[in-house]
């Protein structure tokens, strides 16, 4: 007996293609070349949005070495290499693994730093509902775990803006949970650290840390941006690190850039120089 031609198409039924999945749910399609725009939109959005939910009035950033770990941590590497060394005293790559240990060690009282400025920050201006001057990291370990921890010392507000890599990384458990972000795009990310930024503050840091430091000078420097100031933590590090001054016997920059940014040893310095600036306390 013949088939009717309903029996014939319910019989083959039609293969589910990709075209039919919604485009908000097709994670494969909103990954194509042809979307970034959209893609850029989203992520500078969802941000933006819910920082404003949380009622993120003005932030402070602050950048510094993923690999500035707290002083105790810090020795106890110390104490591993100078064990290595003592097994194998005449080995110069041992050696060279001690110095930078030692240097490292050196460099982990910015650790403590970085946490008392989130702490001090934290509890002088999250008071009364108002989230004002919230601590903003990169959202890693180190110095930036060191901000987030102040913050949460005092149970207060901080944010993580993380990137993602090749090599795994996780944000650091000091990040208030609802405000610990991830980036695809790098400039983006930039984009919301300085988007509430009343002020950047700079500890010993690598690649990382300088990109933000000079990009945010440039900002200032071209006008693009005047209310935030930068503050760099640890005057000895940055002279030997940056010769300023170079700059401007070459020509390079004017004599006014070096206004730009100042110089803080302690959390309270800083926080006194960025609260001056902004009219926190009296000048």
Request: with cysteine; charged share 25%.
């Amino acid at each position: 007996m013949a088939l009717s031609s309903s029996d014939s198409r319910s019989s083959c039924p039609p293969e589910i293609s990709s075209s039919y999945i919604p485009a908000l749910e097709d994670t494969e399609f909103l990954q194509r070349d042809e979307l970034r725009p959209i893609r850029i939109g989203l992520e500078l959005l969802k941000a933006e949005l819910i920082q404003r939910e949380e009622g993120i009035r003005s932030t402070i950033v602050v950048f510094g070495s993923a690999r500035i770990q707290e002083p105790a941590v810090m020795k106890k590497a110390l104490e591993q290499a100078e064990e290595q060394l003592a097994r194998s005293p005449d080995d110069p790559q041992m050696r060279k693994k001690v110095a930078v240990a030692k240097r490292q060690y050196e460099l982990s009282k910015y650790y403590d730093i970085a946490r008392e400025f989130g702490r001090l920050v934290s509890s002088t201006c999250q008071i009364d509902g108002r989230c004002d001057y919230v601590v903003v990291t990169g959202g890693g370990p180190g110095i930036m775990e060191a901000a987030n921890r102040g913050a949460a010392d005092v149970c207060a507000k901080s944010i993580g803006m993380n990137i993602t890599l090749p090599h795994e990384q996780r944000p650091n458990p000091y990040i208030t949970p609802h405000l610990s972000f991830q980036f695809k795009y790098f400039a983006i990310r930039k984009m919301h650290f300085l988007l509430r930024a009343r002020a950047l503050v700079a500890f010993p840091g690598g690649f990382g840390t300088l990109d933000e430091l000079f990009e945010t000078l440039t900002l200032l420097q071209t006008g693009k941006t005047e209310r935030v100031i930068v503050v760099l933590i640890g005057r000895n590090f940055w002279e030997q690190l940056i010769n300023w001054q170079l700059l401007v016997d070459n020509g390079l920059i004017a004599e006014d850039d070096l206004q730009l940014f100042h110089y803080a040893e302690t959390a309270q310095e800083a926080w006194e120089l960025i609260a001056r600036q902004n009219g926190v306390l009296p000048p």
